[in-house]
Nanobody, 128 residues
Framework: QVQLVESGGGLVRPGGSLSLSCAASGDIFSHYIMGWFRQAPGKEREFVAAISRAGAITTTAESVEGRFTISRDDAKKTVSLQMTSLKPEDAAVYYC?????????????????????WGQGTQVTVSS
């Protein structure tokens, strides 16, 4: 069982920045592919970013490319999402997720069903 706890959400003005963090339990965090998803009211959960085991490979959604950066610290068992140039459409509940079994020779998954464990989410509001 893996427990994930997100933090760092809040209210930010358009154009501002925010950094989310996700702390994981378990002894083999380095074995997890980690991802961030978000869900706005009335919309489906959508992929934001993912990072491979050891952090060598990352992928981000086109909608956040160049503005959001995912990173991980295996020693601290955390994954972060640095968000800049935030837009009102970035407002959502952001979820951290862990993918335990996807083989390393495949591209990082951008669909929610590939991820095995989820955090409870943290709210990001972008408003002036």
């Amino acid at each position: 069982q893996v427990q994930l706890v997100e933090s760092g959400g809040g209210l930010v003005r358009p154009g501002g920045s925010l950094s989310l963090s996700c702390a994981a339990s378990g002894d083999i965090f380095s074995h997890y592919i980690m991802g961030w998803f978000r869900q706005a009211p009335g919309k489906e959960r959508e992929f934001v970013a993912a990072i491979s085991r050891a952090g060598a490979i990352t992928t981000t959604a086109e909608s956040v490319e160049g503005r959001f950066t995912i990173s991980r610290d295996d020693a601290k068992k955390t994954v972060s999402l640095q968000m800049t140039s935030l837009k009102p459409e970035d407002a959502a509940v952001y979820y951290c997720a862990a993918d335990l079994v996807r083989p390393p020779d495949l591209p990082l998954a951008t669909w929610a069903s590939s991820y095995d464990f989820w955090g409870q989410g943290t709210q990001v509001t972008v408003s002036s």
